[in-house]
């Protein structure tokens, strides 16, 4: 049957391409539907719930492939947070700076003291103009920093939700498993039990045996019942009217002949 459903599937594969809006790729079409629906509903209950375990464990592959995404995503966000933190503190620090050299340069006469340095006026402002530059670029690369956070953060949001669905689910679908394993192995019992059963095990073959030979063993009975009245002649309605002394004639000494004279 498996061969027979490869060589239809091959044939299938190569036909309806060519034939896809013709009579005969439907046809074909119809007899793989039909074919597949024949061949699953042989497949017994038993093997089914084979096949369900089997693809619940199969979850886990999914389930780890978004642990790992999960436990990337927490590990960068909390990168560009730090990152994010250190950049913060020293623009704070930078922004200070500047503001206390921007008000040296107003105070100042002929020299600016920029700590231990001692700078003109225009050497001053070229280097306050300088670290106004750099502390705006910084602050445009902060806020993109807080923005990559934010965003990855809904992204770790949505992961941790699938995450958890996807547990719930499996615990959800094993459980609805093991219930109808429960039911299947119920029914078994119940087909054991019953006299008439619908299912095709060793035990349903023999009691269908039995009834069997039961039934053959009556009919037999009842031919032997029937066989006097086929075997036996029955009485004729000359023989209902004759008297018993008729009837016993036959055994009774005929009377001697009288001699002639």
């Known amino acids: ?17 060519a034939v896809k809006n013709m009579k005969v ?17 042989r497949i017994p209950p038993e093997r089914e719930i084979v ?9 886990d592959k999914d389930i780890m492939t978004v642990v790992s995404q ?19 503190a020293r623009q704070s620090h930078d922004k200070e700076l500047l503001q206390a050299r921007a008000a040296a340069i107003k105070n100042a006469t002929e020299h600016v003291a920029f700590g231990d340095r001692k700078l003109s006026t225009a050497e001053a402002k070229a280097e306050l103009e300088e670290g106004v530059r750099r502390f705006t670029a910084n602050q445009k690369s ?3 920093i807080d923005a990559a956070v934010s965003n990855r953060e809904k992204v770790k949001l949505g992961l941790e939700r699938q995450l958890d669905a996807m547990k719930n689910q499996k615990v959800e679908l094993t459980a609805a498993v093991d219930s109808l394993e429960a039911e299947l192995t119920a029914l078994k019992l119940q087909q054991m039990e019953s006299k008439y059963q619908t299912d095709d095990t060793r035990l349903s073959k ?9 039934t053959k063993v009556a009919v037999e009975r009842e031919k032997l019942a029937l066989m006097p ?17 008729d009837i016993m004639a036959p055994l009774s000494p005929k009377p001697a002949a009288k001699p002639s004279e």
């Open 1 to 17: 049957m498996l061969k027979k459903l490869v060589v239809i599937g091959i044939v299938a594969a190569v036909a309806i391409p």
């Open 25 to 41: 790729g439907s046809y074909i079409r119809s007899e793989i539907d039909c074919f597949q629906a024949h061949v699953e509903s």
């Open 51 to 59: 096949r369900l375990r089997n693809e619940i464990k199969l979850l």
């Open 70 to 88: 999960l436990a990337r995503e927490r590990v960068e966000v909390a990168q560009l947070r730090e990152k994010g933190d250190d950049l913060r």
């Open 142 to 144: 902060l806020e993109a």
């Open 206 to 214: 023999i009691k269908d045996d039995i009834r069997a030979l039961k």
């Open 229 to 245: 009245s086929v075997v036996e002649p029955a009485p004729t309605r000359a023989a209902a009217a004759k008297s018993v002394d």
